[in-house]
């Protein structure tokens, strides 16, 4: 059975950690950030972890094709 292809748009967004946990950065930090007040703005340069939701997270590797 051949390989399978990992998603590229998910691959493009969501990284994995030596961990084990998949993160991703958070939506809406490329334009019009000067009408956000200063905790939305640094609130968004944090990264957001999906280790919380084992089910979805499962499902991302699969999708990134990592089989740990």
């Known amino acids: 059975m051949p390989k399978l292809k990992s998603n590229k748009k998910l691959s493009k967004r969501f990284t994995l950690t030596?961990?084990?946990k998949v993160k991703s950065r958070k939506p809406g930090q490329s334009h019009f950030n000067g009408r956000n007040t200063g905790k939305e703005s640094r609130n968004k340069r944090?990264?957001?972890?999906?280790n919380e939701d084992v089910d979805s997270t499962k499902t991302?590797?699969?999708y990134l094709n990592i089989k740990k």
């Open 60 to 62: 991302l590797k699969v």
């Open 18 to 20: 030596p961990t084990g």
């Open 46 to 50: 944090r990264d957001t972890s999906f």
